[in-house]
């Protein structure tokens, strides 16, 4: 078995909850306030390592309550915090989450996230049987270094563009497996998606950004499942009907649970299947870190 390690960002979510979203300038009762554990890169580590698979997480934490708090919350998951640095000067990352009829609106600090570097990445050695993970919360330069090591190791690349952002220079090539939602790939595909294409016109996206026929790219629709496209050949996951009632951190769970899987040593198609049902068990819970579920969890349903 090989192992999971995720560069990328930790954040603490700020959660207040509401009948209903604001409009623009418009002030809405809220019903509570809470604080979960979050960042993409922290939640993609949970999500792994409550699977059961060694995970290890580089990151950067302010030197401020939030930071200590996610620090211990992240070792109580078993997470491998060597490359975890505390920040001499920025604060730590920080999402506000307006949630309202289980669907969310997001604003993210990057705060000490900003500050993940090369040589940060380059302080743990990869092999052939890793899976390397990362997102947009980090600087890109940063990704295209460690991707670049993953490579060069023989380890499976796995990227998750969000939030959306053009592609730096020379990492579309690096990557392995494209994970990303609807509204990611309208913006990178430069298309109008809506709010529920059809599988053909996600595939005809997906086929706009010209992948390597050794490239997957994965496409999360949520409650409808996910349409996976491999050279050339699109499958449908068809989605599992759940009660809803935190969206936030789904598809971080769904990424960790494939990077999980792929480092057992499992099919491209089989991994996507299991990352699926793990994101379906995770919106049924409050929270991003806290919500993901273990083995057997995901097991009891497949």
């Given at each position: 078995m090989g192992r999971v390690i995720v560069a990328g960002s930790i954040n603490m979510d700020v959660v207040a909850t509401a009948v209903r979203h604001p409009r623009v300038g418009e002030t809405v009762a809220g019903q509570s306030v809470m604080y979960f554990p979050g960042g993409k890169g922290a939640n993609q580590a949970v999500s792994s390592a409550k699977l059961g698979t060694p995970t290890a997480l580089i990151g950067r934490l302010g030197r401020d309550a939030f930071g200590e708090q996610l620090r211990a919350f992240l070792a109580s998951q078993?997470?491998?915090?060597?490359?975890?640095k505390d920040s001499a000067s920025a604060s730590t990352g920080t999402a506000i989450i307006t949630l309202a009829n289980a669907d969310n609106t997001i604003v993210v600090i990057p705060g000490s996230n900003?500050?993940?570097?090369?040589?940060?990445?380059?302080?743990?050695?990869?092999?052939?049987?890793?899976?390397?993970v990362s997102q947009f919360e980090i600087p890109q330069a940063t990704i295209v270094a460690f991707f670049?090591?993953?490579?060069?190791?023989?380890?499976?690349?796995?990227?998750?563009?969000?939030?959306?952002?053009?592609?730096?220079?020379?990492l579309y090539p690096l990557i392995d497996i494209l994970v990303l939602n609807e509204t990611e790939l309208g913006f990178l595909?430069?298309?109008?998606?809506?709010?529920?294409?059809?599988?053909?016109?996600?595939?005809?996206?997906?086929?706009?950004?010209?992948?390597?026929?050794?490239q997957t790219v994965c496409v999360t629709l949520g409650k409808r499942g996910a349409v996976a496209v491999t050279a050339g050949e699109a499958s449908l996951v068809a989605g599992r009907a759940v009660k809803a009632v935190d969206t936030t951190g789904a598809g971080d769970c769904f990424v960790g649970a494939?990077?999980?899987?792929?480092?057992?040593?499992?099919?491209?198609a089989d991994a996507i299947g299991y990352a699926n049902v793990a994101a379906s068990i995770s919106v049924q819970r409050m929270g991003a870190g806290p919500s993901m579920p273990t083995a057997e969890e995901v097991r009891a349903l497949l």
């Open positions: 078993g997470i491998d915090l060597a490359a975890v900003a500050e993940v570097s090369s040589d940060d990445v380059g302080q743990i050695a990869l092999t052939a049987d890793d899976v390397a670049q090591r993953a490579k060069a190791a023989g380890a499976t690349t796995i990227l998750n563009p969000a939030p959306a952002s053009a592609f730096a220079s020379g595909a430069g298309v109008e998606l809506g709010d529920a294409p059809t599988p053909q016109q996600v595939v005809d996206a997906v086929r706009t950004l010209e992948p390597r026929p050794d494939l990077a999980a899987r792929l480092s057992q040593g499992a099919a491209i």
